[in-house]
């Protein structure tokens, strides 16, 4: 199911989380994306820090699925609810991983 972010209060983040934000929930259900894509879409070419902690401070997980953006070499990151969940939630859509715990796809989105 896809939720509209309009319903969400984005006032409640800065003008930079809120575009991050925006941009996260653009990622299609099972693909991802990486820090680094998420901030080059937004112009921020070494923003890729900036976004993780954008994300990392998502008010709104359940709308704005933080855990579709990845480290660029395609290993999991951070994630509030820990890194099984994250891995969990992107087994769920379809996502696959190598043995060394890296994402396996092609789907990569921005």
Same mark, same amino acid.
């Given at each position: 199911? +896809?939720?509209?972010?309009?319903?969400?209060?984005? +006032?409640?983040? $800065?003008?930079?989380?809120?575009?991050?934000? /925006?941009? +996260? %929930?653009? @990622?299609?259900?099972?693909?991802?994306?990486?820090? #680094?894509?998420?901030?080059?879409?937004?112009?921020?070419?070494?923003? #890729? *820090?900036?976004?993780?902690?954008?994300?990392?401070? &998502?008010?709104?997980?359940? @709308? @704005?699925?933080? %855990?579709?953006?990845? *480290?660029? &070499? /395609?290993?999991?990151?951070?994630?509030?609810?820990?890194?099984?969940? =994250? *891995?969990?939630? /992107?087994? /769920?859509? #379809?996502? =696959?991983? $190598?043995?060394? #715990? *890296?994402?396996?796809?092609?789907?990569?989105?921005?």
């Amino acid at each position: 199911m +896809d939720f509209d972010p309009e319903v969400i209060a984005l +006032d409640r983040c $800065s003008e930079f989380q809120k575009r991050v934000l /925006l941009a +996260d %929930h653009g @990622i299609p259900r099972g693909w991802v994306s990486t820090y #680094g894509r998420v901030a080059q879409s937004l112009g921020c070419r070494a923003g #890729g *820090r900036a976004v993780g902690g954008a994300l990392s401070h &998502n008010p709104f997980p359940i @709308i @704005i699925p933080c %855990h579709r953006v990845v *480290r660029a &070499n /395609l290993e999991l990151g951070g994630f509030r609810g820990g890194l099984g969940m =994250k *891995r969990a939630l /992107l087994e /769920l859509e #379809g996502l =696959k991983f $190598s043995e060394t #715990g *890296r994402v396996v796809t092609s789907r990569i989105y921005h």
